[in-house]
Nanobody, 123 residues
Framework: QVQLVESGGGLVQAGGSLRLSCQTS????????MGWFRQAPGKDREFVAA????????YYTDSVKGRFSISRDNAKNTVYLLMDNLNPEDTAVYYC????????????????WGQGTQVTVSS
């Protein structure tokens, strides 16, 4: 079992930045691929970014490329999502998730989820 707790969400003006953190516990963090997803009101949960267990490779959905950056600190069992140049379309609840194997872009392939943190971007 892996526990995940997100933090760092909040209200920010368009063009601003936030850094989300996801603290994990319970299993060997460095074995897990980590992903960030988001869900806006009335919309499906969508993939945002992912990091392979090794931390060597990162993946992003097109709408956040060049603005968001995923990173991980295996010593702290934590994955981060740095979000720059935010816009109102980024408003959503952001979730981190973990899996050992599976499609890194598909939420159904993740085994463990945090409770989510709200990000609101005002125009």
């Amino acid at each position: 079992q892996v526990q995940l707790v997100e933090s760092g969400g909040g209200l920010v003006q368009a063009g601003g930045s936030l850094r989300l953190s996801c603290q994990t516990s319970g299993r060997t963090f460095s074995n897990y691929n980590m992903g960030w997803f988001r869900q806006a009101p009335g919309k499906d949960r969508e993939f945002v970014a992912a990091s392979r267990a090794s931390g060597v490779s990162q993946y992003y959905t097109d709408s956040v490329k060049g603005r968001f950056s995923i990173s991980r600190d295996n010593a702290k069992n934590t994955v981060y999502l740095l979000m720059d140049n935010l816009n109102p379309e980024d408003t959503a609840v952001y979730y981190c998730a973990a899996n050992l194997i599976g499609n890194r872009f598909r939420s159904a392939d993740y085994d463990y989820w945090g409770q989510g943190t709200q990000v609101t971007v005002s125009s």
